[in-house]
């Protein structure tokens, strides 16, 4: 199985990242308010001339009674420092500043329409050396197109003898993915009671309501340069009332071109001749014809990569990514711790007051 592009690496790219993140003050003039600080500190109350009464019988302890600086306190004046620090870092407005890279949508919108009816659970899919459903190796497939293509936008169709819109055109591929792996056939008995029900209940393969029904979601936005519509079927159309080639010149009155793979067995008989196996080829590559597409077979897990890999190549655009600056401010940190301190000196005076010199 053909891997695309480094899936890995492109669904990375498809989230928008911080490239680049520092740290700054938006004001650091204020800084230079901190150098004031200390100064303020080693000015406070120095030891100035003692009042005393001198007695001869407490002589022996003058040198354990303490000054007038002593007793006015300590922790109150520091954490009245640390508020006015903090205050003055609030004023500096500290800063985080991050470059983002955001990727732009490349303007391609792709509806992808998925035939889910009983025939796709045949076995008949060589996948390296194991045999898969058609629907495995279709779900595979998607999946690693979807990844090669984070900048386009892309919607989901499924269907079997009715449709289901399973996604709109999103860019969150996440989503897309997640739809994707929901996919499953409904199983009938003979008697057409419903076995196992899956993504569409119907029986049948209404394959030109399925090309309707992506159409009308593609023209709903007028401002997209490029539509396509990639269909992935086994079957003959046997359901719904639209045709399919009627359906193929309504999407292409709208500019709009479909990508037809007929998935199933190739039973070829010769260059140019199939043994029947229910997959109605002319009508595939008329609708490919008519819209300005192209038809692929596959009949591998191999092969079915390889139409959406030439697809993938087919609709190409360059898409630059959108470079911008995100500042997240941060001054209400020491704001807080300013509060916090201004807070415990007011306590402290009112708990320990300082006594009169």
């Not at 025939?119 to 060589?126: A, I, Q, R, T």
């Not at 490919?288 to 079915?304: C, D, K, M, V, W």
């Not at 087919?314 to 500042?327: C, G, N, Q, W, Y």
């Amino acid at each position: 199985m053909i891997l695309f592009l480094a899936n890995s690496t492109a669904q990375a790219a498809a989230e928008t990242i911080p490239a680049d993140r520092e740290f700054l003050f938006a004001q650091p003039a204020w800084l230079w308010a901190l150098v004031l600080l200390p100064a303020l500190l080693l000015l406070r109350r120095r030891h100035g001339t003692a009042t005393a009464i001198r007695h001869p019988g407490i002589r022996f302890i003058a040198d354990q009674l303490p000054t007038p600086s002593a007793m006015a306190g300590f922790i109150g004046p520091l954490t009245s420092a640390l508020a006015m620090a903090f205050i003055i870092l609030a004023l500096a407005q500290p800063q985080w500043k991050e470059m983002r890279h955001e990727p732009l949508a490349s303007g391609i919108d792709i509806m992808i329409t998925c035939d889910v009816s009983g025939s796709m659970y045949n076995e008949d899919m060589l996948s390296g050396n194991k045999k898969i459903t058609r629907l495995a190796a279709a779900k595979q497939v998607i999946n690693d197109f979807i990844n090669s293509r984070p900048n386009d936008r892309m919607g989901l169709v499924a269907f079997a003898g009715k449709t289901k819109l399973s996604s709109p055109l999103t860019m969150d591929h996440d989503i897309l993915r997640y739809k994707v792996q929901g996919f499953e056939s409904t199983v009938h008995d003979e008697y057409g009671h419903i076995v196992t029900p899956g993504t569409v209940l119907t029986p049948g393969t209404a394959i030109g309501s399925a090309i309707a029904a992506a159409a009308v979601r593609l023209d709903d936005r007028k401002e997209t340069k490029s539509k396509i519509i990639i269909l992935v079927t086994d079957g003959v159309n046997s359901a719904g009332e639209i045709t399919p080639i009627e359906a193929a010149r309504y999407a292409a009155d709208l500019g709009i071109r479909i990508y037809t793979i007929a998935i199933g067995n190739d039973n070829r008989l010769s260059d140019y001749t199939y043994q029947e196996d229910g997959i109605d080829e002319k009508t595939l590559q008329e609708i490919a014809e008519i819209t300005g597409g192209q038809y692929y077979r596959a009949s591998s897990g191999q092969s079915l990569a390889e139409a959406f890999a030439v697809i993938d190549q087919l609709e190409k655009t360059d898409s630059a990514p959108r470079i911008f600056e995100v500042r997240t401010s941060l001054f209400y940190w020491p704001l807080s711790l300013a509060g916090l301190c201004l807070v415990l000196a007011l306590a402290y005076n009112l708990i320990l007051p300082r006594p009169a010199p």
